[in-house]
């Protein structure tokens, strides 16, 4: 067996939070290293999570004309037929090119990569196995980060074949048998995930019934922003099944994905989609040798700073539950990494944005309405849609909107909402005026280029100010009346 040696901090996997733990320790000066049980890093993440299906959104979307087809019409298309070859090739492409990139930042900062599959001997020695050779070694740290990700739920009820009836991980796992785009698509699970997939699906043209067993889904989501993606989503095709308990899952005798339900017709497809939960990457990492606490769930239980109950080691990303993004992941990492090492840092994580790239994107940050009416805070709102903006219409997205919420009296940005084209990329606007505690009056008195997305917040700040004082002409995110908004308005 191999004495891998002693280091300051160990990152048990290399995914977002692995990856910025272990390189926030290096860039301070310690000796850090990363185990990682894949023979790539990269983890979920990298590949079969955020990269490969947001490299899979951006090929659909180019390759269908999704954008286009407001001036050319609905039957445009980029390319006559779009085959999953298309849509791989694209995502192989970008898999490598972020693996090299990762294994450069890695190599640069002197972090070790071990190969392995790790467990816990004791809370500063780890054991590196792998299925070929067994336990080839171990290792050692004054300081842990467990960041192992999530795979996603697999019930033993739902009989998956990787053909008909698939997981999250859809193309993305090697037990992946289906070849083709199939032509109607199942989506279980109205989650980011599902969501994601099923607008997916529906780009390239297929027939997609989503299944949710509760009423209501995304909770986190400002419910007007929510209720006009479900408009968008039924508006081209989609068919929410929404409220109904799941009875049975199978292949039927016609060889399509058949789900049972209660109060309700069977849901018959080609495909069935699998997205109801993950689960979190600690079987075998043997924590009950150290009795590290976890949820019902299997998340692993941490302190703000994301420290276990066990003092030397801390926990980050999806295997600490909610709200398990890539960005949010990787700050966890990072965080953790700090305060293990006793190392100061900045903390904006009252101002995390999110990003669901559905088609069209939602993403948020701050406060919902809901929120703000539960908290009784005093508020108003200022609305632009897209339909007003220039720049989509140049870029062939007029669904959008954008929403500011702001107190009444202090005028301070309590939170941001975002759907339709780049938005995950212009709530970083908003985002960064909360961080600083800047108020309504920014995006008044602030000059944007012309024409860009960023002149959505302007519009929308000229509204929220004459909501104060009942002059506003649009309250809500379904109207969309050409010129509601000029200069002469304030």
Same mark, same amino acid.
């Given at each position: 067996m191999k004495n891998f040696g002693h280091f300051d901090l160990i990152t048990i996997g290399s995914g977002p939070a692995g990856q910025k733990a272990a390189l926030q320790a290096a860039k301070a000066g310690f000796k850090s290293a990363i185990i990682e049980?894949?023979?790539?890093?990269?983890?979920?993440?990298?590949?079969s999570g955020t990269i490969p299906s947001k490299t899979m959104r951006s090929a659909i979307i180019y390759l269908t004309g999704t954008l286009q087809k407001v001036f050319y019409g609905d039957s445009f298309k980029a390319r006559d037929s779009v085959s999953l070859k298309d849509i791989?090739?694209?995502?192989?492409?970008?898999?490598?090119?972020?693996?090299?990139?990762? =294994?450069?930042?890695?190599?640069?900062?002197?972090?070790?990569?071990?190969?392995?599959?790790?467990s816990f001997l004791n809370k500063n020695t780890l054991e590196i196995s792998t299925k070929k050779d067994g336990v080839i070694g171990t290792v050692t740290a004054d300081k842990i980060v467990i960041a192992t990700g999530s795979l996603p739920r697999r019930p033993e009820t739902i009989p998956f074949d990787y053909q008909t009836i698939l997981d999250g991980n859809l193309f993305f796992s090697s037990k992946n048998k289906l070849d083709h785009i199939p032509k109607s698509v199942t989506i279980m699970g109205a989650g980011v995930i599902g969501l994601e997939y099923a607008c997916m699906f529906l780009a390239l043209g297929c027939e997609v019934t989503i299944i949710n067993q509760r009423e209501e889904f995304l909770g986190?989501?400002?419910?007007?922003?929510?209720?006009?993606?479900?408009h968008y989503m039924e508006k081209i095709?989609?068919?929410?099944?929404?409220?109904? =308990?799941?009875?049975?899952?199978?292949?039927?005798?016609?060889?399509?994905?058949?789900?049972n339900l209660e109060d309700?017709?069977?849901?018959? =497809?080609?495909?069935?989609?699998?997205?109801?939960?993950?689960?979190?990457?600690?079987?075998?990492?043997?924590?009950?040798?150290?009795?590290?606490e976890v949820t019902d769930r299997g998340n692993i239980v941490v302190t703000?700073?994301?420290?276990?109950?066990?003092?030397?080691?801390?926990?980050?990303?999806?295997?600490?539950?909610?709200?398990?993004?890539?960005?949010?992941?990787?700050?966890?990492?990072?965080i953790a990494a700090c305060h293990a090492l006793g190392l100061s840092w900045t903390d904006y994580r009252t101002s995390f944005p999110y990003g669901i790239y559905t088609i069209p994107a939602m993403s948020m940050c701050g406060k919902t309405e809901e929120e703000l009416i539960a908290e009784s805070v005093p508020y108003a709102k200022g609305i632009s849609l897209y339909c007003e903006i220039a720049k989509a219409a140049m870029r062939g997205d007029e669904t959008g909107a954008l929403k500011i919420l702001f107190h009444k009296e202090t005028k301070k940005?309590?939170?941001?909402?975002?759907?339709?084209?780049?938005?995950?990329?212009?709530?970083?606007i908003g985002q960064a005026v909360m961080t600083l505690n800047g108020t309504i009056d920014y995006f008044v008195n602030?000059?944007? =280029?012309?024409p860009t997305y960023a002149e959505a917040y302007k519009v929308a700040a000229f509204n929220g100010i004459n909501s104060l004082t009942g002059n506003a002409s649009i309250s809500s995110m379904f109207s969309c009346e050409k010129g509601y908004m000029c200069e002469t308005d304030i």
């Amino acid at each position: 067996m191999k004495n891998f040696g002693h280091f300051d901090l160990i990152t048990i996997g290399s995914g977002p939070a692995g990856q910025k733990a272990a390189l926030q320790a290096a860039k301070a000066g310690f000796k850090s290293a990363i185990i990682e049980r894949r023979p790539s890093v990269g983890g979920v993440s990298l590949h079969s999570g955020t990269i490969p299906s947001k490299t899979m959104r951006s090929a659909i979307i180019y390759l269908t004309g999704t954008l286009q087809k407001v001036f050319y019409g609905d039957s445009f298309k980029a390319r006559d037929s779009v085959s999953l070859k298309d849509i791989t090739y694209r995502i192989k492409h970008v898999l490598d090119e972020e693996v090299e990139v990762l =294994n450069s930042q890695l190599s640069r900062n002197d972090i070790e990569v071990i190969h392995g599959q790790a467990s816990f001997l004791n809370k500063n020695t780890l054991e590196i196995s792998t299925k070929k050779d067994g336990v080839i070694g171990t290792v050692t740290a004054d300081k842990i980060v467990i960041a192992t990700g999530s795979l996603p739920r697999r019930p033993e009820t739902i009989p998956f074949d990787y053909q008909t009836i698939l997981d999250g991980n859809l193309f993305f796992s090697s037990k992946n048998k289906l070849d083709h785009i199939p032509k109607s698509v199942t989506i279980m699970g109205a989650g980011v995930i599902g969501l994601e997939y099923a607008c997916m699906f529906l780009a390239l043209g297929c027939e997609v019934t989503i299944i949710n067993q509760r009423e209501e889904f995304l909770g986190f989501v400002d419910k007007e922003l929510l209720m006009l993606f479900k408009h968008y989503m039924e508006k081209i095709g989609a068919e929410f099944v929404l409220g109904h =308990n799941i009875e049975e899952v199978f292949v039927n005798e016609d060889g399509f994905g058949q789900v049972n339900l209660e109060d309700h017709d069977p849901v018959i =497809n080609e495909v069935v989609l699998y997205t109801m939960g993950r689960t979190p990457c600690t079987r075998a990492l043997k924590l009950e040798n150290l009795g590290i606490e976890v949820t019902d769930r299997g998340n692993i239980v941490v302190t703000d700073d994301y420290q276990t109950n066990i003092d030397n080691i801390y926990a980050a990303g999806d295997i600490i539950g909610f709200p398990a993004l890539a960005s949010t992941s990787a700050e966890q990492g990072r965080i953790a990494a700090c305060h293990a090492l006793g190392l100061s840092w900045t903390d904006y994580r009252t101002s995390f944005p999110y990003g669901i790239y559905t088609i069209p994107a939602m993403s948020m940050c701050g406060k919902t309405e809901e929120e703000l009416i539960a908290e009784s805070v005093p508020y108003a709102k200022g609305i632009s849609l897209y339909c007003e903006i220039a720049k989509a219409a140049m870029r062939g997205d007029e669904t959008g909107a954008l929403k500011i919420l702001f107190h009444k009296e202090t005028k301070k940005i309590l939170g941001v909402h975002v759907i339709g084209d780049q938005a995950a990329e212009i709530i970083h606007i908003g985002q960064a005026v909360m961080t600083l505690n800047g108020t309504i009056d920014y995006f008044v008195n602030t000059v944007f =280029n012309y024409p860009t997305y960023a002149e959505a917040y302007k519009v929308a700040a000229f509204n929220g100010i004459n909501s104060l004082t009942g002059n506003a002409s649009i309250s809500s995110m379904f109207s969309c009346e050409k010129g509601y908004m000029c200069e002469t308005d304030i």
